[in-house]
Each structure stands twice: as structure tokens, then as C-alpha cells.
């Protein structure tokens, strides 16, 4: 290989990083854009959550007697459910 032929390869290069930089510049997430995403990840996790628990709390204050069966299960189910709908959103980013 020439010195010119190196340097071809070097300027090719460089020209196709900047456009990688520059297609990336333009594509960037804004800060609004990020929190929503953010946002959106807790709703998906907590919601169930929260659901679960206060489900469990109507139907344990239904039974006779002090029991706390109900409200520990949906809290557990609620968090996998939470855990299962982050995971697919996340997923099914492009």
C-alpha cells in the first residue's frame, strides 16, 4: 500500500464517523422525551402493584377474622405483573 492509498482509507473513514455522529446528533432523545419513558416504566411497574395491594386489602377486610393472605399474594402478583410490563415495553422499543 502507497501513502496515498492510506490516506484515502483514513478520509473515508472519517467521512463515514461523521456522518455516524451527525445521523446520531439528529436522532438524539430530548430530555422531555427521556422523562416520559421514565415516567411511563414506573407507571407500568407500580400500577399493578398498587392495584394488587388495595385488592387484597378489600378482600382480606371481607373475610371473618384478621388476615393479611389476600393483600401478600396480590402484592407479590402485582410485581410480577410490574416486572412482566417493563420487561415487554422495553422490548418492543424499536
Do not use: C, H
Not at 12 to 20: F, V
Not at 36 to 51: C, D, K, M, R, S
Amino acid at each position: 500500500m502507497t501513502y496515498s492509498d492510506n490516506n484515502e482509507k483514513l478520509r473515508n473513514r472519517l467521512k463515514l464517523q461523521s456522518r455516524r455522529m451527525e445521523k446520531a446528533e439528529k436522532e438524539r432523545d430530548t430530555l422531555l422525551s427521556q422523562t416520559v419513558y421514565v415516567g411511563t416504566l414506573g407507571l407500568l411497574f407500580i400500577l399493578p402493584v398498587i392495584l394488587g395491594v388495595y385488592t387484597g386489602l378489600w378482600l382480606d377486610e371481607m373475610s371473618a377474622g384478621y388476615s393479611s393472605r389476600w393483600t401478600l399474594g396480590l402484592l407479590l402478583a402485582g410485581l410480577v405483573v410490574g416486572v412482566l410490563n417493563v420487561y415487554i415495553f422495553i422490548r418492543n422499543q424499536p
